[in-house]
């Protein structure tokens, strides 16, 4: 019952409501990823479907998006627990053009749970962008965010443009998004592909040997 109150109230762009029941669920013992998959994706897909069908416009997507937010934003303390060394570094962001951020933010949160230290380089990343922050913050894995079809040239390019740089062969590059497939990911040259947060830290422990 409290999972379609947090999805019905990220439908209605309610984020007070969102963050108060949230806090209400952790407390009666559900747990974080229980409330992200059931409660916070499921308001979010009511939403893309909405917003398909033209019975939601770009506003009541941006209102859903900041209650979604609101509901990360309380369960994140409790996804990035973490106090030992980190694992290994990674760069995130998603691709040049494109502003989606939900579900970037999401995979980082894991990441950091994971005992990852992340260095999240935010929406619309240039290669270049990406090229620097190697440079600067040696990282093992670069992740690719990209949810729309226009902007998955991006993320060719953006491994294009680690090769041009001498950088392709010292980091792993994993990529994601709804449309990115397994086979978009080999064609472009990446390491890997993740169809969701919890898979994207699962496909880097693999690609780093990590157990
Ligand atoms: Co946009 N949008 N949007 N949008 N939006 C989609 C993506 C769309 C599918 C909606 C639709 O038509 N049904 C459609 C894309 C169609 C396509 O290309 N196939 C679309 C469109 C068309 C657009 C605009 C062009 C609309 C317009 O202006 N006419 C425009 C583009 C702006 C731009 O980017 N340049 C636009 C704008 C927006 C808002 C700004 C209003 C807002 C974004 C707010 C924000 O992010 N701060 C928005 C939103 C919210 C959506 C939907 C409704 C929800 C996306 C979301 O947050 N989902 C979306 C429809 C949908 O997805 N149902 C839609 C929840 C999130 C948790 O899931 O992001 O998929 P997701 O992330 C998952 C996985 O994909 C994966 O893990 C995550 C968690 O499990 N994952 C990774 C993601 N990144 C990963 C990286 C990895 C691994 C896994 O690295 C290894």
């Known amino acids: 019952m409290i999972m379609q109150e947090i999805s019905k109230a990220v439908v209605e762009g309610k984020a007070p409501v969102v963050e108060e029941l949230i806090k209400r669920a952790l407390d009666e013992g559900y747990s974080p990823g229980e409330l992200i998959q059931k409660g916070l994706i499921a308001g979010m897909a009511v939403v893309g479907e909405r917003f398909k069908k033209n019975e939601f416009y770009v506003p009541e997507v941006l209102i859903a998006a900041r209650a979604m ?3 990360l934003a309380a369960l994140e303390p409790l996804l990035s627990e973490h106090e030992l060394e980190p694992v290994a570094t990674l760069i995130i962001g998603t691709v040049q053009g494109d502003l989606h951020d939900i579900g970037k933010n999401l995979v980082a949160m894991m990441f950091e749970g994971a005992g990852f230290k992340v260095i999240d380089l935010g929406i619309d990343v240039k290669p270049s962008q990406f090229v620097e922050a190697i440079e600067t913050y040696k990282p093992e894995i670069v ?8 902007t998955m040239p991006a993320m060719a390019e953006t491994v294009d443009t680690l090769k041009i740089s001498g950088l392709r062969e010292q980091v792993k590059v994993i990529v994601g998004g709804a449309p990115v497939t397994d086979s978009y990911a080999s064609k472009i040259g990446a390491d890997g592909y993740a169809h969701d947060a919890s898979s994207a830290v699962d496909k880097a422990r693999e690609l780093l040997e990590i157990d």
């Open 69 to 71: 937010k609101a509901g």
């Open 143 to 150: 992740a690719l965010s990209a949810l729309l079809t226009t």
